[in-house]
């Protein structure tokens, strides 16, 4: 059947209600209709699956369409059901199927009734249903996800590997591979592992405007900062993306606690509870999802308007898949990564355990998230480059939307760095990658440069008066640029292109982006010094102090028995003016807040009114009490005098740990009676001149404890006496 007997307008219209296609579809479809294997890249949101479905529609025979998700495979197959008034139209064969349906599936393909057949590629592996395809009529194999052949691929299967023998076995059927995602390097291994270089690609732009990309620091504070983006963007739907379980629950909780509606998603949730969260997002019963990757994959909602990512991912890849989940409906889409060495590390550790090739391979896709989140040019055009596409950050579609480019780093002139660099590439005869050209211009030895002798070479060490960070950052841009290229064979090894060579013979002005200096310990610091100098404010600390030590002497005790410094502190960042705002005050439980709270509140809040103080309210982020299981099994076991030893051991702490834990407790206002625990190491004498110390003393201080005794008493002995003290004395 010829595509040029068929308008496949008015089938287009008759099956899918649209009166015209999007982007390169109808190419696509005419290229099936006409019998060619066909490669399909197209971007999440693009309208992938229409390509294959329209031409299986109106051909004869059935289609067979190869997914690795159930999920994705029954909420197709429901899609076209609801299309037909046959429900045979569509079926799914894999391993969920009972023998009854089994049967019932094989009936309406002879019958020549099912036009899509989905199958998982474990499906196609078992000898009876191959037996059974290769006698009836078949029309295409479509292989989505396809990018699950290749290693590179942010989602490598291996039962894919076997697809190309099993489709030769079903005689000369044409392939349509489609994919979401590919970079060269996988769109090569695609056609190879399929078979099919002589495929026709269509590839749609990657470019996707309406998102809006930024990368943050993550520091200590990241739940308060994370709460506070989604109260700006009060019942908008987002995703919050974590690489482990546990943080996904942490994080679920944390925003339930602070009144945003969200639910955890991830594989260690039933299948049951999965659906239930998936639907309540889909049908907007709740704002936010927060899930490892192993969601998504099925969601087709249009207008999520937030995407996360609390964790780096592994591969830009994934990031781009990850945040494709946003604006769909070509509105607002935000996408908000946070960045920390600390995490890449995590996951460096993590691909230490795997076999040498997948650890090459992970690690090379992991320097590119790195590159992403440091660069500081257009990070569009920085994906787009990742992609094999070229995106001109002056005058492209979108150029505007994104953190670099709207805040843009200061720029040098590097003409003379270029060519230094491109010279090094040239002369060490393409044999590096990144690391090992930026070694030789700063003149490090590895085992490697050593085996090819670098190191005696002119240009060793020609630009150590740079350091590694900053040829990094130029190489980076300079790839981007298309003045190097990265080889695609032995992936990863830096090559010089046509441009750069006449680079070197004309030098041209090229003007670098400094890199983002992401310095988590700087950046704590500051957090820390902030928390005790220009953020708080200072008048309201002052008069927080004054009544501080006005009660404490009213009440006969030291001032720090009544709130320690870091809970003034925190009043005066936050302004709690109701007792549930006071216990969410660093160091303040119930008890504190029942028994001093009141004259605090009332000062806060004349403060407040007096100076028309906009109270921040966003920044009161609730706790979850993570330590709240811990902090009851603490409480009744002291209450039934355990040994102290043995409750840190039943919990896995070790004696700090623990101590730590009991002094979390008794400062937010809780009794701890621990006097049989203490009875045991220290007499009553020596009981009472430490607890005298700390009544005479203005600060609980145990660095000051350790010196004013002299090495009498060590460190626990004295914690935990001010633990006695400020239960017995405070609470």
Request: charged share 30%; hydrophobic share 40%; with cysteine.
């Amino acid at each position: 059947m010829n595509s040029n007997e068929i308008d496949i307008h008015k089938e287009l219209k008759k099956f899918f209600g649209f009166n015209q296609f999007k982007g390169l579809q109808e190419q696509v479809i005419k290229s099936i209709l006409n019998k060619e294997n066909t490669f399909v890249i197209m971007p999440t949101g693009g309208g992938k699956s229409l390509c294959y479905q329209l031409p299986a529609l109106i051909q004869e025979g059935t289609a067979i369409v190869v997914s690795p998700l159930i999920a994705l495979m029954k909420n197709q197959v429901d899609a076209i059901r609801s299309l037909s008034s046959e429900n045979g139209i569509a079926h799914v064969l894999n391993s969920s199927l009972t023998k009854t349906e089994i049967t019932q599936v094989k009936t309406d393909i002879s019958s020549g009734l099912t036009k899509l057949l989905y199958v998982a590629p474990e499906s196609l592996n078992k000898e009876e249903y191959a037996n059974f395809l290769q006698t009836v009529p078949i029309s295409f194999v479509a292989i989505d996800e396809a990018h699950c052949i290749s290693e590179w691929g942010h989602d490598f299967r291996p039962e894919y590997r076997n697809l190309k023998h099993i489709i030769k076995q079903l005689g000369d059927v044409p392939i349509i591979g489609l994919t979401a995602t590919a970079t060269p390097k996988v769109q090569e291994d695609i056609l190879k592992n399929l078979d099919m270089s002589d495929a026709t690609t269509y590839k749609a732009s990657f470019n996707r405007p309406n998102l809006y990309y930024e990368v943050r620091t993550k520091t200590k504070n990241i739940e308060s900062d994370i709460i506070r983006f989604i109260k700006q963007h009060k019942g908008k739907s987002g995703i919050i993306y974590c690489l482990s379980r546990k943080k996904v629950e942490a994080i679920a909780e944390v925003l339930q606690v602070n009144g945003i509606s969200a639910v955890p998603y991830h594989a260690g949730l039933d299948a049951k509870t999965r659906a239930k969260h998936q639907d309540m997002f889909l049908m907007e019963d709740v704002d936010v999802v927060v899930a490892t990757i192993a969601f998504g994959m099925g969601i087709d909602k249009p207008d999520v308007r937030f995407v996360i990512h609390h964790d780096i991912p592994k591969s830009l890849e994934s990031y781009y898949q990850e945040t494709g989940r946003a604006g769909r409906d070509g509105g607002e889409g935000h996408c908000l990564a946070y960045y920390s060495y600390k995490d890449v590390e995590k996951l460096e550790k993590f691909l230490s355990g795997k076999p040498v090739a997948e650890q090459e391979i992970g690690f090379a896709l992991l320097q590119e998230v790195v590159a992403y989140a440091e660069t500081s040019m257009s990070r569009r055009k920085f994906l787009l480059h990742y992609f094999g596409e070229e995106f001109d950050s002056e005058t492209g579609d979108g150029a505007d939307m994104d953190d670099n480019v709207r805040n843009p780093k200061v720029k040098i002139e590097a003409k003379d760095q270029v060519v230094k660099l491109l010279e090094v590439v040239r002369d060490t005869k393409h044999i590096y990658k990144s690391k090992e050209v930026v070694f030789t211009l700063i003149g490090r030895v590895n085992a490697m440069i050593k085996a090819h002798r670098t190191d005696v070479q002119p240009f060793f060490g020609s630009g150590a008066n740079h350091d590694e960070k900053y040829w990094m950052a130029l190489l980076r841009q300079v790839l981007v640029d298309g003045l190097l290229s990265k080889d695609i064979e032995t992936y990863g090894i830096v090559k010089i292109t046509e441009k750069g060579l006449d680079f070197i013979k004309k030098p041209i002005s090229f003007m670098m982006s400094e890199d983002h200096e992401y310095n988590e310990s700087e950046d704590e610091a500051i957090v820390t010094a902030a928390k005790s100098t220009g953020v708080a404010d200072e008048a309201l600390m002052g008069m927080l102090r004054d009544l501080r030590k006005k009660v404490a002497k009213r009440l006969g005790v030291p001032p720090f028995v009544v709130f320690q410094d870091p809970s003034l502190e925190d009043m005066a960042l936050k302004y709690p003016v109701s007792n549930e705002e006071l216990i969410n005050i660093h160091g303040v439980g119930e008890g504190k807040a029942k028994k001093y709270g009141a004259a605090f509140l009332e000062l806060i809040s004349r403060y407040v009114e007096d100076n028309d103080i906009v109270r921040p309210d966003d920044l009161v982020v609730k706790s979850t009490g993570v330590n709240s299981v811990n902090k009851l099994y603490i409480i009744q076991n002291i209450d039934r005098k355990l040994p102290l030893s043995d409750i840190a051991s039943s919990k896995g702490l070790t004696m700090d740990a623990l101590i730590a834990e009991m002094e979390q407790i008794v400062n937010s206002g809780t009794k701890l009676n621990i006097k049989y625990w203490i009875d045991e190491m220290l007499d009553d004498d020596q009981q009472e001149e430490i607890h005298d110390y700390f009544m005479e003393s203005h600060s609980d201080n145990i660095e000051d404890a350790l010196k004013e005794f002299e090495g009498d008493y060590d460190l626990e002995e004295l914690r935990l006496m001010r633990i006695k003290f400020i239960s017995e004395v405070a609470n």
